[in-house]
Each structure stands twice: as structure tokens, then as C-alpha cells.
């Protein structure tokens, strides 16, 4: 089987997107793992090119078909959309417009079987906004385009993955929102996710809700009961390797020992911390569950406008997102 086809989105042009993609694309193991092809501003990606002083030259694409997928050279699907002003650094409703249209063209692709995965560099939220796009971030932008009702965000770094049944929610929300159908769902994402990446019986624990998952109702008002171990008793019942719930206080040392293939968080700050904890260098935001069975992984770092255009910027998370986005790609 050849290597998959891996889409670049550029992210928000002002910021720090073609910077990382263009120092990512310099390493052999990038072109050793996947093809890839940035899907942006031939403009903004000659700049990057420059301020970097990167020995790479540009091939301006207008479809997959034209690209020649050899280190040394950036493929870029470019739309051209950007002025040859765009101030780095700076909020701008035209690089906000820009990086919603790089994302929409690479959902098209995607959904064509043209790419098998997409990275994402980040985008600005008020960038978005103020080009007319009212989406508190890539997930929901994803989850739109392909009529995805049932998703969920995967976080992942080389010794820990974890999925959310919750995300970017209030504390108390989050608990409410959690039922024994949405903790199915999920576990069947992680299930059916890790499966088309090559695991055989991937094994996947449940974190409680409250201090040591209840401990047979003493803390809580029955959460995991309630709320969980429902979910989980249906995965079981259908074959899945599911687990728990377990106390989050050894769980995900637990993991990280290598015990478990996959985390099931039960709230934001619950997954993203041990994450976080191990390297934010290495972490990578994954959205699983998409309509047409691709994956979209992005860097787990802002557009960090007060270095954009200084040749700062370190890619090391980018090189994580696509090694991540190569590792789920169906295979």
C-alpha cells in the first residue's frame, strides 16, 4: 500500500501555520512516513520559505494529481486568496476567512478519497470571527462540513491517548451532559478509530467522574453509575476490550505503563492535563468520527502572533500532528 496522502492546512496566515509547515517539511522522516500537500497561499508559503532560509522551492498545485510529493519541493494547493500585504502578528478578517476556505477545500478532498487525512496548522478565533466564520474552533468547523453529529477530540502524544466525552464545557455542565448513550458513542469512536489504524483489540478504560470513580457510592451522587458504567456495559456486550470506570488518580499512570491502549476522559481539563503533563511539544488535538472516515489532527499550540514572521517557531508539534495523522489514517 503506498503512503498516504496527508493535507496541510495552513492555518491563519498572520500567525506562526507556514513558518512550522515550512521547518516540518524539512525533515526526511515527513517524506519516509506520508505524501504531503499543503493546502493554502502559495504567497504566505514563499514568505515562510524566505524568512526561514529553507532550501525548499515551491510547486503551486491545482490538484492532487499535480503534485510531485519529493523532498525538497512543498506542494501547495494554492487558492490564493490572501493579499500580498497581510501583516504578520496581526488580527485579520481576510486570513480568517482564508483559513476557514483551507479547511473547506480540504473537507472537499478529503471527502473525494483524494487525501486520507488532514493536519491542521492553528487558526485564530478572532481572526475567524471577524471573516464571518462564528465556529469556537477546527472541531466544530470539521464536524459541520462533513455532517458529523457524532464526534469527539482525541488528544495524543507518543506514550498517552485519551478521548472526551466532554470538552469545552463548565465543570457541572459537563457532568450533566454526560449519559450512558454518549459514553457508548465514545468508547465506540476510540474502539472503531484505533481499529482502522491496524490495532487488533485495542484496550480502552473509562475514568470516573468523582475521586476513586465513586468508591461504591461514597463520593457523588452515583454518577458512574448513572452515567457511565451503562455505556460501558454495552461495549462489552458488543465485543469491545472497554474497562472501568477507574479512579483518574492511577489511570493514567496506568497508561502511560503501557496497561491500556486509550483514556476515555470524562471532562476537559481531566484528559487534557496528563497530556499536557508529558510534553506539549508533543501533544496532538485529533478529531475522530467524521463522516468519510478521516482523520484530522492538528498542533496542540496557538498561532502565537508575537513571534509570527521571526523564524522562531519550533515544529516539533507539527512533526507530532503528522506522524499522528500517518499513524490513524485508515489503513
Same mark, same amino acid.
Given at each position: 500500500? !503506498?503512503?498516504?496522502?496527508?493535507?496541510?492546512?495552513? $492555518?491563519?496566515?498572520?500567525?506562526? $501555520?507556514?513558518?512550522?509547515?515550512?521547518?516540518?517539511?524539512?525533515?526526511?522522516?515527513?517524506?519516509?512516513?506520508? *505524501?504531503?500537500?499543503?493546502?493554502?497561499?502559495?504567497? *504566505?508559503?514563499?514568505?515562510?520559505? @524566505?524568512?526561514?532560509?529553507?532550501?525548499?522551492?515551491?510547486?503551486?498545485?491545482?490538484?492532487?494529481?499535480?503534485?510531485?510529493?519529493?523532498?525538497?519541493?512543498?506542494?501547495?494547493?494554492?487558492?490564493?486568496? &490572501?493579499?500580498?500585504? &497581510?501583516?504578520?502578528?496581526?488580527?485579520?478578517?481576510?486570513?480568517?476567512? /482564508?483559513?476557514? #476556505?483551507?479547511?473547506?477545500? /480540504?473537507?472537499? &478532498?478529503?471527502?473525494?478519497?483524494?487525501? #486520507?487525512?488532514?493536519?491542521?496548522?492553528? &487558526?485564530?478565533?478572532?481572526?475567524? %470571527?471577524?471573516?464571518?466564520?462564528?465556529?469556537? $474552533?477546527?472541531?466544530?468547523?470539521?464536524?459541520?462540513?462533513?455532517?458529523?453529529?457524532?464526534?469527539?477530540?482525541?488528544?495524543?502524544?507518543?506514550?498517552?491517548?485519551?478521548?472526551?466525552?466532554?470538552? %469545552?464545557?463548565?465543570?457541572?455542565?459537563?457532568?450533566?451532559?454526560?449519559?450512558?448513550?454518549?459514553?457508548?458513542?465514545?468508547?465506540?469512536?476510540?474502539?472503531?478509530?484505533?481499529?482502522?489504524?491496524?490495532?487488533?483489540?485495542?484496550?480502552?478504560?473509562?475514568?470516573?467522574?468523582?475521586?476513586?470513580? !465513586?468508591?461504591?457510592?461514597?463520593?457523588?451522587?452515583?454518577?458512574?453509575?448513572?452515567?457511565?458504567?451503562?455505556?460501558?456495559?454495552?461495549?462489552?456486550?458488543?465485543?469491545?476490550?472497554? *474497562?472501568?470506570?477507574?479512579?483518574?488518580?492511577?489511570?493514567?499512570?496506568?497508561?502511560?505503563?503501557? @496497561?491500556?491502549?486509550?483514556?476515555?476522559?470524562?471532562?476537559?481539563?481531566?484528559?487534557?492535563?496528563?497530556?499536557?503533563?508529558?510534553?506539549?511539544?508533543?501533544?496532538?488535538?485529533?478529531?475522530?468520527?467524521?463522516?468519510?472516515?478521516?482523520?484530522?489532527?492538528?498542533?496542540?499550540? $496557538?498561532?502565537?502572533? @508575537?513571534? /509570527? !514572521?521571526?523564524?522562531?517557531?519550533?515544529?516539533? *508539534?507539527?512533526?507530532?500532528?503528522?506522524?499522528?495523522?500517518?499513524?490513524?489514517?485508515?489503513?
Amino acid at each position: 500500500m !503506498g503512503k498516504p496522502i496527508i493535507g496541510i492546512t495552513m $492555518g491563519d496566515a498572520a500567525g506562526v $501555520g507556514p513558518e512550522i509547515i515550512v521547518k516540518a517539511l524539512l525533515h526526511e522522516q515527513v517524506y519516509e512516513q506520508c *505524501s504531503p500537500v499543503v493546502i493554502g497561499d502559495a504567497k *504566505s508559503m514563499l514568505r515562510a520559505i @524566505d524568512q526561514t532560509g529553507a532550501a525548499l522551492v515551491l510547486n503551486k498545485v491545482n490538484s492532487i494529481e499535480e503534485c510531485q510529493f519529493t523532498r525538497g519541493v512543498i506542494d501547495c494547493y494554492d487558492l490564493d486568496l &490572501l493579499p500580498d500585504h &497581510l501583516k504578520q502578528g496581526e488580527v485579520s478578517a481576510e486570513a480568517g476567512d /482564508a483559513a476557514f #476556505q483551507f479547511i473547506q477545500k /480540504a473537507v472537499e &478532498l478529503a471527502l473525494s478519497n483524494q487525501l #486520507q487525512a488532514v493536519c491542521t496548522a492553528p &487558526l485564530n478565533k478572532e481572526a475567524l %470571527h471577524k471573516g464571518g466564520h462564528l465556529y469556537p $474552533g477546527h472541531t466544530e468547523i470539521f464536524a459541520e462540513l462533513t455532517d458529523t453529529q457524532n464526534y469527539s477530540m482525541m488528544l495524543s502524544s507518543p506514550k498517552l491517548k485519551v478521548i472526551h466525552l466532554t470538552t %469545552h464545557v463548565g465543570l457541572k455542565k459537563a457532568i450533566d451532559t454526560i449519559t450512558p448513550e454518549r459514553t457508548y458513542n465514545v468508547i465506540r469512536l476510540a474502539h472503531d478509530t484505533l481499529v482502522r489504524a491496524g490495532y487488533e483489540n485495542p484496550r480502552i478504560a473509562v475514568c470516573g467522574i468523582n475521586p476513586h470513580a !465513586g468508591e461504591n457510592g461514597l463520593f457523588g451522587e452515583g454518577e458512574e453509575e448513572e452515567k457511565l458504567i451503562p455505556g460501558i456495559e454495552r461495549a462489552i456486550q458488543e465485543g469491545i476490550n472497554a *474497562s472501568g470506570p477507574h479512579p483518574a488518580d492511577t489511570l493514567f499512570f496506568r497508561a502511560v505503563r503501557g @496497561d491500556f491502549d486509550i483514556v476515555i476522559a470524562c471532562y476537559h481539563d481531566q484528559g487534557h492535563v496528563p497530556i499536557k503533563v508529558l510534553g506539549l511539544e508533543e501533544g496532538v488535538n485529533i478529531t475522530v468520527g467524521l463522516k468519510g472516515g478521516f482523520i484530522r489532527t492538528s498542533v496542540d499550540h $496557538g498561532t502565537a502572533f @508575537d513571534i /509570527a !514572521g521571526k523564524n522562531v517557531a519550533d515544529e516539533r *508539534s507539527m512533526l507530532a500532528a503528522i506522524a499522528s495523522a500517518v499513524e490513524l489514517s485508515p489503513k
